[in-house]
């Protein structure tokens, strides 16, 4: 009787793993800063249709007196077209870095003079030193372990054979 071979094969699943966690992850953290992101467009909306008004108008926009909001406060609401311009992009990978990126913007020429406070008062809306950031990033930090991908692992694959 010739030897008969017994053979045990042992192999890794752990590359499969490693991508599957990396693709959940990416998803959970992208889906994270989009909550995020829409989050902050909210509270700067909300913000803006409750600041507090100046009670004397000051100039006459679209025919009608504009009553500005009062330094220190988010811009007042008159025509719409900040509160329209204020987008969020997408959460996406960063090229060839680790890491993803969205942002909440607008292309309105008065934002940054209302932001920063050039030749007014300031009235932040939409930068750090708005309540609506601040509150965001509250909201941020509590929600962070949403990112968190152990529940949704891949089983091990078996890897022993016996031949």
């Not at 699943?13 to 959940?24: F, N, P, V, W």
């Not at 008004?53 to 330094?71: C, D, N, R």
């Amino acid at each position: 009787m010739k030897g008969q071979l017994v053979k045990v094969t042992i192999t890794s699943s752990i590359d499969k793993q490693i991508a599957e966690s990396m693709k959940l992850y990416n998803h959970n953290a992208q889906r994270h800063l989009d909550r995020v992101a829409n989050h902050l467009r909210n509270h700067i909306l909300k913000n803006m249709k409750k600041t507090s008004k100046s009670p004397v108008a000051s100039k006459i926009v679209g025919g009608e007196p504009h009553y500005p909001s009062l330094p220190g406060n988010p811009p007042a609401i008159d025509t719409g077209r900040l509160l329209n311009s204020i987008h969020v992009t997408r959460a996406m990978p960063f090229p060839n870095q680790d890491g993803h990126s969205n942002s909440v913007s607008t292309n309105v020429w008065y934002a940054r003079k209302l932001e920063e406070g050039v030749g007014v008062g300031a009235r932040p809306f939409m930068g750090k030193s708005s309540r609506a950031f601040q509150d965001t990033e509250n909201y941020a930090n509590k929600i962070a372990s949403d990112i968190s991908i152990s529940k949704n692992l891949p089983k091990p694959a078996k890897g022993v054979k016996l031949r």
